[in-house]
């Protein structure tokens, strides 16, 4: 399915909430205030939109919206902050290269980042219709282990997969491992979390244990969630695209035919893909669009232009080179795959 024809059809159909959102990049950074919060530098460089009040710790008593003079994305009640790891090329002589992110479908100017989506239903489902409660001050969340190398591992995480471009508009198949041909437009990574809340902690000493995926079923087919995790949630979805288009000439890849990207914390798998959220919405803002008739672009909310929001941004933490050819990713990762 096409996502030009999918929202073409949505904004046709009657729905409740579902929006999906441009948020440009507010640094790139060897920090992860939710994992090792206060360590600079920490173990592997994450990409960071959001707001402008981040910083290394991030204390959950932080008042993110209160602290933020902007924000990255385009919605300006969201200063919440949201991070994935960094994805690189390695060339057959043993240097490595930043892959830059390219904008999404609709978000043509926008500067690196991802797409985000909180969704009460399925994407496909147009109708929107289930009722959520959205997160509160203070809650995060990580989804993916930054460790997990096997696809055993990673099934774990059920809604953590990848997406070989061949256009822009290409959303299907999806998979768990990185991509092991020539991808055209681009690689998606695409991150979903769990939607089912305990309805007690904002937070847990995993960071995951506080949320649950439904009992039976998935959140697309409106499973219920368990007993031990009442509460329904919006689903949170990032898209992140790869702009692989000027690494796709087959004489720089791997001789043995693998694919050549790397993450920052040294999968060459694709297993360990994982994302953090830290909420961050003012005030009531988030309930109240989930609780109104809105596709995409939502009354409740003021949209910021693509130019504004690409000019917010923070100073690195930790100074050092991630935009050269570099002869090891930042860190020195243990790499999963040898060449």
Same mark, same amino acid.
């Given at each position: 399915?096409? !996502?030009?024809?999918?929202?073409?059809?949505?904004?046709?159909?009657?729905?409740?909430?579902?929006?999906?959102?441009s948020? *440009?990049?507010?640094v790139?950074?060897?920090?992860?205030?939710?994992?090792?919060?206060?360590?600079?530098?920490?173990p592997?460089?994450h990409?960071?939109?959001?707001? %402008?009040? !981040? %910083?290394?710790?991030?204390d959950?008593a932080? $008042?993110?919206?209160g &602290?933020?003079?902007?924000t990255?994305?385009q919605?300006? &009640?969201?200063?919440?902050?949201?991070?994935?790891?960094?994805l690189?090329?390695?060339?057959?002589?043993?240097?490595?290269?930043?892959v830059?992110?390219?904008?999404? +479908?609709?978000? #043509?100017?926008? @500067?690196?980042?991802?797409? +985000?989506?909180?969704?009460?239903? /399925?994407?496909?489902?147009?109708q929107?219709?289930?009722?959520?409660? =959205?997160?509160?001050?203070g809650f995060?969340? !990580?989804? /993916?282990?930054?460790?997990?190398?096997?696809?055993?591992?990673?099934?774990?995480?059920?809604?953590?997969?990848?997406?070989?471009?061949? %256009?822009? #508009?290409?959303?299907?198949? @999806?998979?768990?491992?990185?991509?092991?041909?020539?991808?055209?437009? /681009?690689?998606? =990574?695409?991150?979903?979390?769990?939607?089912c809340w305990?309805?007690? %902690?904002?937070?847990?000493?995993?960071?995951m244990s506080?949320? =649950?995926?439904?009992a039976? /079923?998935?959140? $697309?087919?409106?499973?219920?969630?368990? @007993?031990?995790h009442? +509460?329904p949630?919006p689903?949170?979805m990032?898209?992140?695209?790869?702009?692989?288009?000027?690494?796709?000439?087959?004489?720089?890849?791997? @001789?043995?035919?693998?694919?050549?990207?790397?993450?920052?914390?040294?999968d060459?798998?694709?297993?360990?893909s994982?994302?953090?959220?830290?909420?961050?919405?003012?005030?009531?803002?988030?309930?109240?669009?989930?609780?109104?008739?809105?596709? +995409?672009?939502?009354?409740?909310l003021?949209t910021? *232009?693509?130019? #504004?929001?690409?000019?917010?941004?923070v100073?690195?933490?930790v100074? &050092? #080179?991630i935009?050269?050819?570099?002869?090891?990713i930042?860190?020195?990762?243990?790499?999963?795959?040898k060449?």
């Amino acid at each position: 399915m096409l !996502l030009t024809s999918l929202l073409a059809l949505a904004l046709a159909a009657p729905s409740h909430a579902l929006i999906r959102f441009s948020c *440009s990049q507010l640094v790139v950074d060897r920090i992860d205030p939710l994992v090792n919060p206060g360590v600079a530098p920490s173990p592997h460089l994450h990409q960071i939109i959001g707001g %402008n009040s !981040l %910083n290394a710790s991030m204390d959950p008593a932080k $008042d993110m919206p209160g &602290e933020s003079t902007c924000t990255t994305c385009q919605f300006t &009640e969201d200063t919440s902050n949201y991070w994935t790891a960094v994805l690189f090329f390695r060339a057959r002589n043993g240097t490595f290269k930043r892959v830059p992110i390219r904008p999404n +479908v609709g978000f #043509d100017s926008a @500067e690196g980042g991802m797409t +985000v989506y909180y969704m009460q239903n /399925g994407l496909a489902d147009y109708q929107q219709r289930s009722k959520v409660t =959205a997160f509160k001050p203070g809650f995060r969340m !990580l989804i /993916g282990d930054a460790m997990a190398r096997t696809e055993d591992q990673a099934n774990k995480y059920k809604q953590v997969t990848y997406t070989c471009l061949q %256009n822009m #508009d290409t959303r299907f198949p @999806e998979t768990k491992n990185l991509p092991n041909k020539i991808c055209p437009a /681009g690689i998606m =990574a695409n991150i979903r979390f769990p939607t089912c809340w305990d309805g007690k %902690n904002l937070d847990t000493a995993d960071h995951m244990s506080h949320m =649950a995926y439904p009992a039976n /079923g998935t959140f $697309d087919s409106q499973g219920p969630c368990p @007993e031990s995790h009442p +509460v329904p949630v919006p689903q949170l979805m990032y898209e992140t695209i790869w702009d692989t288009r000027e690494f796709n000439d087959p004489s720089i890849w791997p @001789e043995d035919g693998s694919q050549p990207f790397v993450w920052s914390m040294g999968d060459h798998t694709g297993y360990g893909s994982h994302g953090d959220y830290l909420f961050g919405w003012k005030g009531d803002s988030l309930q109240r669009t989930m609780d109104t008739p809105c596709y +995409v672009t939502c009354p409740t909310l003021t949209t910021q *232009s693509i130019a #504004d929001q690409n000019k917010c941004k923070v100073d690195r933490t930790v100074q &050092e #080179d991630i935009d050269s050819w570099i002869p090891a990713i930042p860190g020195n990762p243990t790499i999963a795959k040898k060449y």
